[in-house]
């Protein structure tokens, strides 16, 4: 679907909506965020069950350790199988506003458009490059002053977006580590410890990505509606002076 834009077609190439893709995203993020909650609670489940056995070493546990990691394999498959989907859809919302950005202004990029996907898939490069590609896309998407002036747009919800979602990766993986490696109770209770705040940082996370995925959709609608200069502000007349008596 492309805009609906006045005029013949910016050069560079044709631009396409990323509103119908931001939707979608925007749901997988919230149903996302709504497992990782699950996951967060059935921790804290394992967690307590983990600290009274810790605690008590002669206690029979009878079934609940049993359940505890049936509700933590289904946690984790949920956490996998929305992970997937939503990192599917928001890749390719990501090149297509990465796409648009080129067409508004490509001199804000120093990267080809396919790096907007590539980078995902290299190791350690996947923490930082895609950070520099969302800042490059969200300035080639502000328009500039009625006199051609740049404006100054903050990207914050970049840069908070990208800093939670980094930190809860790490947290993940440690947590990952700690859980593959748990052979007590205490152990076991560590690693539920460690997941929780993973779980929680995974939902604020996603919430700042949602806030993102939004304000740069936002931003290329605007964009693309109104073109690559804002219009000037309404001007204020001065009522006229009331007649002399």
């Known amino acids: 679907m492309s805009f609906n834009t006045?005029?013949?077609?910016?050069?560079?190439?044709?631009?396409?909506?990323?509103?119908?893709?931001?939707?979608?995203?925007?749901?997988?993020?919230?149903?996302?965020?709504?497992?990782?909650?699950?996951?967060?609670g059935v921790n804290v489940f394992t967690m307590s069950l983990m600290n009274d056995l810790d605690a008590d070493p002669t206690r029979d546990p009878g079934a609940t350790t049993d359940l505890a990691d049936v509700l933590t394999g289904l946690a984790g498959i949920l956490?996998?199988?929305?992970?997937?989907?939503?990192?599917?859809?928001f890749v390719v919302w990501f090149h297509r506003v990465r796409v648009n950005g080129g067409i508004f202004r490509n001199s804000a990029f120093t990267q080809a458009p396919g790096w907007a996907i590539g980078w995902w898939f290299v190791p350690i490069a996947h923490l930082f490059q895609p950070f520099v590609i969302a800042r490059q896309i969200w300035r080639a998407s502000t328009?500039?002053?009625p006199d051609g002036s740049p404006v100054r747009v903050s990207t914050?919800?970049?840069?908070?977006?990208?800093?939670?979602?980094?930190?809860?990766?790490?947290?993940?993986?440690?947590?990952?580590?700690?859980y593959t490696g748990a052979e007590t109770p205490g152990e076991m209770a560590a690693a539920s410890g460690?997941?929780?705040g993973s779980d929680l940082l995974m939902v604020a996370a996603a919430v700042?990505?949602?806030?993102?995925?939004?304000?740069?959709?936002?931003?290329?609608?605007?964009?693309?509606?109104?073109?690559?200069?804002?219009?000037?502000?309404p001007a204020h007349h001065e009522a006229p002076a009331a007649a002399a008596i």
């Not at 939670?164 to 440690?174: D, E, F, L």
């Open 79 to 89: 956490q996998l199988l929305m992970y997937l989907a939503t990192a599917v859809v």
């Open 156 to 178: 914050a919800p970049v840069a908070a977006w990208w800093a939670v979602w980094v930190v809860a990766s790490i947290v993940g993986r440690v947590s990952n580590r700690l």
């Open 194 to 196: 460690v997941g929780i």
């Open 143 to 145: 328009q500039l002053g």
């Open 6 to 40: 006045p005029g013949p077609p910016p050069p560079g190439g044709v631009l396409r909506s990323p509103q119908g893709l931001a939707t979608a995203v925007t749901v997988l993020l919230s149903v996302t965020g709504g497992v990782n909650l699950l996951s967060a």
């Open 208 to 233: 700042l990505a949602v806030l993102f995925v939004r304000r740069l959709t936002a931003l290329q609608n605007t964009m693309a509606t109104q073109g690559p200069y804002a219009p000037p502000p």
